[in-house]
């Protein structure tokens, strides 16, 4: 029972640490490809509640191969042309709610 106890308490640090790890990428590739500081920490927020682990990490991945765009809404545009519907729309969601302030 015990050891039952610590292996599910390494997988949950395991998964909170991934988790990080996703977050502080995709803030650093936001702001990479133009998103502005305050900006891209609060679509990150905002896709971390939208979206799944497995999603989040396809975006991070995705974001690799993005250039700096000329703009915040031309930067937001390029990520939402990920091949994931999910993302897609987690990402026009958070990035109209992080500019605007309108949550949808």
Do not use: H
């Not at 702001?31 to 971390?48: F, H, K, N, S, Y």
Request: with cysteine; aromatic share 6%; net charge neutral.
């Amino acid at each position: 029972m015990v050891q039952q106890l610590i292996w599910a308490g390494l997988a949950a640090m395991t998964m909170a640490a991934c988790a990080t790890a996703v977050r502080y990428t995709l803030q650093d590739r936001f702001r990479a490809i133009g998103i502005p500081g305050e900006t891209a920490d609060c679509m990150v927020g905002e896709l971390e509640d939208r979206l799944s682990g497995d999603d989040l990490q396809d975006l991070a991945r995705y974001t690799l191969n993005l250039t700096r765009a000329d703009s915040t809404f031309a930067a937001i545009r390029s990520l939402m042309r990920i091949d994931n519907p999910r993302a897609v729309k987690a990402v026009g969601a958070s990035g109209l709610t992080c500019v605007t302030g309108f949550r949808l």
